[in-house]
C-alpha cells in the first residue's frame, strides 16, 4: 500500500472526508474516488451507479464499490442529479485502480445548491484528514 | 518435530470426471430386467443428462485426489477468526449415522418419530439450560436464517401491540450478516460505532435509541475478540424505551457454562451449533441456528413446536400468533443429533471447560505475538484476537502476503480484512482443541513470517510456494468469473 506521501492528489479537484472527488466542469460536476481510496480498497471488481435522473442530497449514498477486500459505500460529495455515470466501469471497474481521476471518474451531476461546493476540501485540507 | 510442517509431496493432477472414463464402463450392475418394458411415450422422453461413463475405482480415485488438495481442521490448525473452526469428535458421527435417526423419513407420523422428537425436545432443553432462555426452536438451518427468524420474532411482537417501528441499532462490531438480516425482514439498520475501548458504550446506544427503533442486534464477544461489559445497562435503555434486544450468539464458544446470556438482558439470541457445538461445517455439511428466547416473545416462535404430552411428543401446529414454518419439516435434523452427542459427551463441566480453554488459548496467542503483530486493542480478549498489517505496512506486505504465507507453513490462513473497524485485520480463532505445543508452532510460524516480511517480502508477495495451486488471480476471478464447467 502507498504511503501518504507517494499518493497522487492533484492541486485542481477537491475532496471529502469519505474520500470522493469533485471537479468543475462547466456546469456540471465530476465525481471520483481519490487515489487514497482507491489504494486502500485494492482491486476493485465491481462499481454500482446510480441511473441517470436520480438525484441525492450531499452526502447521500448514490452507489458502492467491490473490491476484493469489500464493499464499501460512495456518498454524494454535493447534493444534485446524476447527469453521466461512467459506463465504461460495468465491464472494467479496474479503471478506478488504474486513473482515479480520469478515465475512472463514477458520475456526473448537476448541482441543487451550487454553494456546497465550497464546504469541500481542498488538498492540503484533505491531506491533513488523511494524517488525522 | 522441530522440521518445519509444510513440506511439498507427491499430489496427483485429476481431470473432470467428465473428462475421464469410457463409453460403456459402468461402476455398477444393475439387476437383469425381469418384466415387460413398456417404453415412454416419445412426447415424454428426452436424451438423458450427459453423465460420464465410470467404474468405481475411477470415482474413488477422483475424489481421494481431490481431498489431498484440501485442507481442514482433520489436516491442522484451522484459526479462522469468526467460525469456530474446532475439531469435531468423530463420536457425533457415530451418533448421527445411527440407523434410527439416519434413516428416519421425515413423513412418519409422530407416533412412529418419538426417538426423533425426544432429541429435539431435550437439545431444546439443553440449549434453554445454556442460554438461560424460556423457549427455543430449532427449526432455523443456519446462523443468518437464525438472525432472520430473530428479527420476524422483534417484528411480531410489536406487531402484537400494535406498535410497530421501523429501526435496528446495530454496531460496527457486529457480524457482518446482522444489516442484512435486518434489512431483509424490512427495518433500516443503524450504524453505531463502538467506544475506544472496542466496546459499545450504553452512552451512545442511549443518544439513539427512540419509540421508532425496535431493539438492537449485538455480537457478544463481538467481531474483535471483546466482551460487551456494557450489554446489562445497554438493554435496559432499550428495554426502557420498548424495544427488544438481540444477540447473536455465534460467538458463545467463549461463554457457554460461564454465564447465562439472559442475565445480560437479552431477549432473544441464535445459536451456531455447528460452530459452538461442533458440527462440521464450512463445506463439511450444513449448519444449525437454533432461537432461544424468553416467554413474551415464545407466542411467536415458528411451527411446528414439539411439545411433550402424556402419550409422548407431538409436532404442535396451533400457535396462532406464530411467525409460521421457516423451514421445510423441522430444520437439518442430522446436526442436531451431532451437537445433542458433543453436548452429552462434555457434559456442564465440559462445555465450561471448553469455553474457558477457548479463552485462554485465544489470549496466549495474543500475548505470544502481541510484540511481533500491531495489536489494535491492547487487552484481555475472548475466544479470538485482532491484529492487523501495520506493523508491516513499510516493507509493503500486507496482510494477504502474510495469510498466504501462512498455508506454506501448514496451517490454515485466519480470517482477514474483517472486522472492517480494523484497517488490514488479522482475526484468530485458535478454539479450545488446539494444543499448547501446536499453538507455539504457530506462533512460531507467525513470527518466521514477521521476520520474513522485513529481510525477503518476496516470499510473501508470491506464497503460497508449497500448495499444489499457487497464488490466485482473486481480482481475475472476480472481475471475470468462469460460471461453467
Not at chain 1, 466501469?89 to 456546497?116: C, D, F, M, R
Not at chain 2, 437479552?266 to 428466547?293: E, Q
Request: proline share 6%; aromatic share 8%.
Amino acid at each position: 500500500m502507498k504511503e501518504i506521501s507517494e499518493l497522487n492528489l492533484p492541486e485542481d479537484i477537491r475532496y471529502t472526508k469519505t474520500h470522493e472527488w469533485a471537479k468543475k466542469i462547466g456546469k456540471t460536476i465530476k465525481v471520483g474516488l481519490t487515489d487514497y481510496a482507491q489504494n486502500q480498497l485494492g482491486d476493485i471488481v465491481f462499481v454500482e451507479l446510480p441511473k441517470i435522473g436520480e438525484s441525492f442530497s450531499k452526502g447521500d449514498e448514490f452507489g458502492n464499490v467491490e473490491s476484493v477486500k469489500a464493499v464499501s459505500e460512495i456518498y454524494m460529495p454535493v447534493g444534485g442529479e446524476v447527469v453521466a455515470v461512467n459506463q465504461e466501469l460495468e465491464s472494467t471497474p479496474e479503471l478506478v485502480n488504474q486513473n482515479p481521476y480520469s478515465e475512472g471518474w463514477l458520475i456526473e451531476l448537476k448541482p441543487t445548491h451550487p454553494a456546497e461546493w465550497d464546504a469541500l476540501l481542498d488538498k492540503a485540507a484533505y491531506l491533513v484528514e488523511l494524517k488525522g | 518435530m522441530n522440521e518445519k510442517r509444510g513440506a511439498s509431496g507427491l499430489i496427483l493432477n485429476e481431470p473432470l470426471l467428465w473428462e475421464k472414463g469410457s463409453t460403456g464402463r459402468c461402476g455398477i450392475s444393475i439387476p437383469k430386467n425381469d418384466v415387460k418394458t413398456s417404453p415412454l411415450d416419445k412426447n415424454m422422453t428426452r436424451e438423458g443428462p450427459g453423465f460420464p461413463d465410470l467404474s468405481e475405482v475411477d470415482v474413488i480415485r477422483h475424489y481421494t485426489r481431490l481431498s489431498q488438495w484440501n485442507f481442514g481442521v482433520d489436516t491442522g490448525m484451522y484459526p479462522l477468526g469468526s467460525c469456530t473452526m474446532k475439531y469435531n469428535p468423530k463420536t457425533n458421527e457415530r451418533q448421527a449415522s445411527l440407523k434410527g435417526f439416519n434413516e428416519s423419513h421425515p413423513f412418519l407420523p409422530d407416533a412412529l418419530s418419538q426417538g426423533a422428537l425426544e432429541l429435539i425436545y431435550s437439545l431444546e432443553n439443553f440449549l434453554k439450560e445454556i442460554t438461560g432462555m424460556d423457549a427455543v426452536s430449532l427449526q432455523p438451518a443456519a446462523g443468518a436464517h437464525g438472525e432472520l427468524t430473530g428479527m420476524l420474532l422483534i417484528h411480531a411482537y410489536h406487531r402484537a401491540r400494535e406498535n410497530q417501528r421501523s429501526k435496528i441499532i446495530i454496531p460496527d462490531t457486529a457480524h457482518g450478516t446482522n444489516p442484512a438480516s435486518a434489512a431483509l425482514c424490512g427495518y433500516q439498520p443503524v450504524n453505531i460505532q463502538s467506544g475506544e475501548k472496542g466496546i459499545l458504550t450504553a452512552k451512545s446506544v442511549a443518544a439513539i435509541m427512540d419509540g421508532d427503533t425496535a431493539g438492537i442486534m449485538v455480537t457478544n464477544p463481538n467481531t474483535l475478540g471483546l466482551y460487551e461489559e456494557e450489554l446489562p445497562e445497554i438493554a435496559e435503555h432499550i428495554h426502557e424505551k420498548g424495544g427488544l434486544v438481540y444477540c447473536d450468539g455465534a460467538n458463545m464458544n467463549a461463554l457457554m457454562g460461564i454465564l447465562k446470556v439472559r442475565d445480560l438482558g437479552v431477549d432473544i439470541i441464535h445459536l451456531n451449533l455447528h460452530k459452538t457445538f461442533s458440527t462440521p461445517h464450512g463445506g463439511g455439511g450444513p449448519g444449525a441456528g437454533p432461537v432461544a428466547c424468553t416467554k413474551n416473545i415464545e407466542p411467536y416462535l415458528p411451527i411446528p413446536r414439539i411439545v411433550k404430552k402424556d402419550n409422548g411428543f407431538r409436532l404442535d401446529e396451533h400457535h396462532p400468533e406464530s411467525i409460521g414454518r421457516i423451514m421445510t419439516f423441522y430444520g437439518h435434523f442430522g446436526v442436531m443429533v451431532k451437537a445433542y452427542s458433543y453436548i452429552l459427551s462434555l457434559g456442564a463441566e465440559g462445555l465450561k471447560k471448553a469455553s474457558r480453554y477457548a479463552v485462554l488459548n485465544a489470549n496466549y496467542i495474543k500475548e505470544k505475538l502481541k510484540d511481533t503483530y500491531h495489536l489494535p486493542y491492547d487487552r484481555p480478549c475472548m475466544h479470538e484476537c485482532v491484529f492487523s498489517d501495520e506493523n508491516h505496512r513499510s516493507y509493503h506486505v500486507s496482510t494477504l502476503d502474510i495469510a498466504k504465507r501462512l498455508i506454506d507453513y501448514g496451517f490454515h490462513p485466519p480470517t482477514i480484512y474483517f472486522p472492517l473497524v480494523v484497517s488490514g485485520a488479522i482475526m484468530i480463532e485458535p478454539t479450545e482443541t488446539e494444543s499448547k505445543e501446536e499453538l507455539d508452532q504457530f506462533v512460531e510460524a507467525m513470527k518466521a513470517i514477521s521476520d520474513e516480511a522485513r529481510e525477503h517480502p518476496e516470499y510473501l508477495k508470491n506464497a503460497p510456494h508449497l500448495s499444489k495451486v499457487k497464488r490466485l488471480d482473486e481480482t481475475a476471478a472476480a472481475r471475470k468469473p468462469c460460471l461453467c464447467g
